[in-house]
């Protein structure tokens, strides 16, 4: 069964920091890793898809790797803007199938 | 575009009522999905559908029906609402069952007393 893990549960950065989210999966037999934004009160926004075949994806500010041997992904943000504060949540197929399994999140403080 | 839309925002049913959650998106979307999210648990997917007519189960389906007969709508419905089934529901949906952005809806939070 996967399992969806991200340290840390919070991480509060200045204005101005490039930083790293980190996500792990257990099964590593997956079709893709999504990466979301959940802002309060709101639904998730997908940033990011990488499939299985893929090393990593761009958007702007954001570069997400997948790593499926070793069962990890990150989430790169450059140059960090309070905008940005939001719980990131990743997600991962389980193996086999197309339904995702979710991470916990880690709830991102910009700081001005 | 609208996007996916769900109503209510808000709902507050008593023990061992029923009501349906409704989710629609405007998109042509394959795929359509509910999850709940509770607070240290994570979202977890309810059910899933991969088309008109057909739908299946997910992590956590008991207590919840679905059916899916057109592409754009995709109803919940709690059979007997009970206290565990307070949460905040989410619906999703994406254009192929694999490989594709999944996009959220803003979410029904329902109180279950």
């Known amino acids: 069964k996967q399992e969806v893990t991200q340290i840390p549960a919070a991480l509060s950065v200045p204005e101005g920091e490039n930083l790293v989210l980190n996500c792990s999966f257990t099964d590593s037999a997956i079709y893709n890793l999504q990466w979301f934004r959940q802002d309060p009160g709101k639904g998730l926004t997908s940033l990011l898809l990488?499939?299985?075949?893929?090393r990593e994806q761009t958007s702007g500010r954001l570069n997400a790797s997948l790593d499926k041997s070793s069962g990890r992904s990150t989430l790169y943000i450059a140059a960090s803007q309070p905008g940005d504060s939001a719980t990131y949540l990743c997600a991962a197929t389980q193996g086999g199938s197309e339904k995702l399994v979710f991470g916990k999140g880690t709830k991102l403080t910009v700081n001005p | 575009n609208a996007g996916v839309t769900q109503t209510p925002k808000f709902q507050v049913l008593k023990t061992g009522q029923s009501m349906t959650l409704q989710c629609a998106q405007d998109m042509n979307h394959e795929y359509m999905s509910w999850y709940r999210q509770d607070p240290g648990m994570g979202l977890r997917l309810i059910h899933y559908s991969v088309g008109a007519g057909i739908t299946d189960q997910g992590e956590v389906p008991n207590g919840y029906n679905v059916s899916r007969s057109t592409t754009e709508d995709f109803p919940l419905r709690l059979l007997s609402a009970a206290p565990s089934q307070t949460s905040v529901y989410f619906c999703?949906?994406?254009?192929?069952?694999?490989?594709?952005?999944?996009?959220f809806g803003n979410g029904t939070r329902l109180t279950v007393t």
């Open positions: 990488i499939q299985s075949s893929q």
């Open positions: 999703a949906s994406s254009r192929a069952r694999v490989n594709s952005p999944l996009h």
